[in-house]
Every structure is written in C-alpha cells, then in structure tokens.
C-alpha cells in the first residue's frame, strides 16, 4: 500500500457541487499539505497542518476549507465548486520539518464543468 | 517572499548526454535544497537533495549547491529517454517548501 493515500483518482464534479478530497499516511508524519498544480503556474499551497489542532492557510485557500480528522488524515473541501479549480490537487506529508522533503501523494485529477 | 526560479524550458538533450538543470533562490537562510522528477500527470518523486555547498553524487544524478551564488543545479548522466520528465526545483524552509515551477526534460533517442 501507498505511504500516502489519495482519493478519489479522478472526479468530475458538477458547477455548485460540494467536493471533499481526502488523504491519508502510514507514514507516521505530523505535517501535512494540500497543493494544487496548473500548467505553467506550478505547485501552488492551498492549506497546511502541523496537528490536529493546527491548521494554517496557503497562497491560495480561498474557497477551500481542510479538516484534519486526525494525525493520518486531512481532508480538503471545495464548498461550491467553481471551474477554475480543475487542476491536480497533491497532498503532502513531512517529518522533523521539512528537512527530508514531502512524501506526495498520487493525486486527484479535479474537473469543474 | 521566497522564491525559486527555474528555466521551464523545455530543455531538449540526445540520449547519452549529460543533461544540466539549473535553480536559483532568494532565500539566504534556506539550509535544505531538493530536486524532484515528475513525470506527466503523476506525482513528484524526490530524486536528489542536499545541504552542503558542493556536490552530491547518487548514480547518474549529482546536485551542486551554491550558497554564496544562491544557485542550485542538478546534473543527469548518460541521460535517458526514461528522464524525460520535468524537475521540481525546491527549497526548505521552517514550515514548508517552496518550489519553482519545473523544468521539462526530453531526453531524444
């Protein structure tokens, strides 16, 4: 099994509709990310947490929110789901900082028609 | 604001041949520095890093850290088509990384 779980794969989701993207680890670490990429623009953060009980926003978190359910998982949302958030969205783990990089997760492949 | 910045290429290299990635940064105080491989619609995989000024060796791949010139540059020997991809450029920091926008790499056969 992946060391980073994503899910789903791939959504197409309808203008309006609310989205949760969710993710997990068996990693262990404490942080954890959500990013989105666009061609040309990019890995752009969206919201990061380094517990449960700390949750931090990004450079671009507007229309987004994040629940960290626990240490394993964190959860973004799209609350009404516009097109321009069709991108990739990657999740991120890391330990002891940042100094050993992220672990990524697979990938969401989002579609806002 | 930190920032990475990268050529986005695409750089274009003949298999066998030494491709050559380069990266600069604004933030002094940065002590960690990674190289990514992406390959189209997947994940980034971290390949490289490194801390030191100098150079790091793992096979066919060598970073090379600059401090005092705020670069970093990764290189790929005896590239192969299997390389094409693009590299992610990133640099650490206290809370998250900072990353530059990729370079493409076509490794021709």
């Known amino acids: 099994d992946a060391d980073v779980t994503q899910t789903p794969r791939n959504r197409i989701t309808k203008t309006g509709k609310r989205i949760m993207l969710e993710c997990s680890q068996t990693?262990?670490?404490?942080?954890m990310y959500w990013y989105r990429q666009d061609p040309g623009l990019g890995l752009r953060l969206i919201y990061y947490s380094f517990d449960v009980k700390d949750i931090n926003k990004g450079e671009i978190s507007d229309g987004y929110s994040v629940s960290r359910q626990a240490q394993a998982k964190f959860s973004l949302s799209l609350e009404s789901a516009i097109p321009n958030q069709t991108a990739l969205y990657f999740c991120?783990?890391?330990?002891?900082?940042?100094?050993?990089?992220?672990?990524f997760g697979s990938g969401t492949r989002l579609t806002v028609v | 604001q930190k920032e990475v910045e990268q050529n986005s290429g695409p750089l274009s290299v003949p298999e066998g041949a030494i491709a050559s990635l380069n990266c600069t940064y604004s933030d002094r105080g940065s002590q960690s520095f990674f190289w990514y491989r992406q390959y189209s619609g997947k994940s980034p995989e971290l390949i490289m890093f490194?801390?030191?000024?100098g150079d790091k060796e793992d096979g066919r791949f060598t970073a090379q850290l600059n401090k005092a010139s705020q670069y970093v540059s990764l290189l790929i020997r005896d590239s192969q088509p299997s390389d094409s991809a693009t590299y992610l450029c990133?640099?650490?920091?206290?809370?998250?990384?900072?990353f530059g926008k990729g370079t493409k790499l076509t490794v021709n056969p």
């Open positions: 990693k262990g670490h404490d942080r």
């Open positions: 991120a783990t890391s330990d002891l900082g940042t100094s050993y990089g992220y672990t």
């Open positions: 490194i801390y030191s000024n």
């Open positions: 990133a640099q650490g920091g206290s809370e998250k990384l900072v």
